[in-house]
């Protein structure tokens, strides 16, 4: 007779919810949207072009060709260190506010309202954790567009700065901050609540096995597919504001209401396909990056949602009475 074999229990780094928890998720959320921002720069950098001076950059193919010929590829990748900087502290809030927001609003809930109105939740944690990553991300965010769109303005951040300070004083650094508000929060709801639908469909619809029983390989594969369709979504939910967040860091003595009447309907969506084609790519890596760097750490990593059992025996009563 042959001996039965036990499943090997996973041994993790950290307790989930646990405050190394939320700190790993910090430094994962840190390291994935840092990274993966600064390099998709030359694409951002096109994509803002072609929203402040279209006429100059009329196209994809154009905007890379004249912005090369003007400075070559340092020209290319202006503006990536506040890209790094910026995009490492608001990926370190976003995703462990996410995570921390999220388990204390089920907590609040309660198990089986959680589960119910699961959506609504991941709207609303994704909200709150954008709302306080966006005041650390707006600083940067003002000079990495100031540097992109500003002919003959300098490339140094250390530089930048000081004379953005010197010259218009510290609100030119957060100026953006609503209109920055109105392009992140749609864009980070979108990203988390589609994200964790899609996988969960994928798990049930198009997955050949249950999600325990896959390889982490397999996993990470429908993380980055996942992500990959919520950043197709969120570009086209947040591109209108991210237009004028890029006129409005170029142009500081503008208002939201004359550039959107100076841009019209048709303006505001200039650039959407290669936002589409960046924020698509972005988005996948980003959860790729995020979830491989759980897997390395050994932290916890839940299923997607799952029913509960008290609610599971409430349904089966439900059908049993029928």
Same mark, same amino acid.
Request: glycine share 10%.
């Given at each position: 007779?042959?001996?039965?074999?036990?499943?090997?229990?996973?041994?993790?780094?950290?307790?989930?919810?646990?405050?190394?928890?939320?700190?790993?998720?910090?430094? #994962?959320?840190?390291?994935?949207?840092?990274?993966?921002?600064?390099?998709?720069?030359?694409?951002?950098?096109?994509?803002?072009?072609?929203?402040?001076?279209?006429?100059?950059?009329?196209?994809?193919?154009?905007?890379?060709?004249?912005?090369?010929?003007?400075?070559?590829?340092?020209?290319?990748?202006?503006?990536?260190?506040? /890209?790094?900087?910026?995009?490492?502290?608001?990926?370190?809030?976003?995703?462990?506010?996410?995570?921390?927001?999220?388990?204390?609003?089920?907590?609040?809930?309660?198990?089986?309202?959680?589960?119910?109105?699961?959506?609504? $939740?991941? $709207?609303?944690?994704?909200?709150?954790?954008?709302?306080?990553?966006?005041?650390?991300?707006?600083?940067?965010?003002?000079?990495?567009?100031?540097?992109? /769109?500003?002919?003959?303005?300098?490339?140094?951040?250390?530089?930048?700065?000081?004379?953005?300070?010197? /010259?218009?004083?510290?609100?030119?650094?957060?100026?953006?901050?609503?209109?920055?508000?109105?392009?992140?929060?749609?864009?980070?709801?979108?990203?988390?609540?589609?994200?964790?639908?899609?996988?969960?469909?994928?798990?049930?619809?198009?997955?050949?096995?249950?999600?325990?029983?896959?390889?982490?390989?397999?996993?990470?594969?429908? /993380?980055?597919?996942?992500?990959?369709?919520?950043?197709?979504?969120?570009?086209?939910?947040?591109?209108?504001?991210?237009?004028?967040?890029?006129?409005?860091?170029?142009?500081?003595?503008?208002?939201?209401?004359?550039?959107?009447?100076? $841009? #019209?309907?048709?303006?505001?969506?200039?650039?959407?396909?290669?936002?589409?084609?960046?924020?698509?790519?972005?988005?996948?890596?980003?959860?790729?990056?995020?979830?491989?760097?759980?897997?390395?750490?050994?932290?916890?990593?839940?299923?997607?949602?799952?029913?509960?059992?008290? $609610?599971?025996?409430?349904?089966?009563?439900?059908?049993?009475?029928?």
């Amino acid at each position: 007779m042959g001996k039965l074999e036990l499943p090997v229990r996973e041994e993790f780094s950290c307790k989930i919810h646990s405050n190394k928890f939320f700190i790993l998720c910090g430094v #994962g959320g840190m390291v994935a949207c840092g990274t993966t921002h600064t390099f998709v720069t030359p694409l951002d950098l096109i994509k803002c072009r072609i929203q402040v001076d279209p006429a100059k950059y009329k196209s994809i193919f154009t905007g890379f060709v004249v912005s090369f010929k003007e400075g070559g590829f340092p020209n290319l990748v202006k503006g990536w260190a506040p /890209t790094l900087f910026g995009y490492s502290m608001q990926g370190a809030g976003k995703f462990a506010g996410y995570e921390y927001f999220k388990y204390r609003y089920s907590n609040i809930v309660g198990e089986e309202k959680a589960y119910i109105y699961r959506t609504s $939740l991941y $709207l609303a944690a994704a909200a709150s954790a954008e709302f306080i990553a966006d005041i650390f991300l707006a600083p940067m965010e003002a000079v990495k567009v100031r540097m992109q /769109t500003t002919p003959g303005y300098t490339s140094q951040l250390r530089k930048a700065m000081p004379h953005m300070l010197a /010259t218009e004083g510290i609100g030119t650094f957060y100026k953006g901050l609503t209109p920055l508000w109105s392009r992140q929060i749609p864009y980070t709801m979108m990203k988390f609540a589609s994200f964790e639908r899609v996988l969960e469909l994928l798990y049930k619809n198009v997955s050949p096995k249950p999600r325990e029983k896959c390889s982490k390989s397999e996993q990470l594969v429908l /993380t980055f597919t996942a992500g990959y369709i919520a950043g197709v979504l969120c570009a086209i939910v947040s591109h209108p504001a991210d237009t004028v967040v890029s006129k409005l860091n170029k142009e500081p003595g503008s208002s939201i209401g004359g550039i959107l009447k100076d $841009l #019209g309907f048709v303006g505001i969506w200039r650039g959407l396909v290669l936002r589409i084609i960046m924020i698509g790519t972005l988005t996948g890596l980003q959860w790729f990056v995020y979830d491989a760097f759980k897997v390395y750490t050994k932290m916890p990593r839940p299923p997607p949602a799952e029913m509960p059992l008290s $609610l599971r025996m409430k349904e089966a009563m439900k059908g049993g009475k029928k």
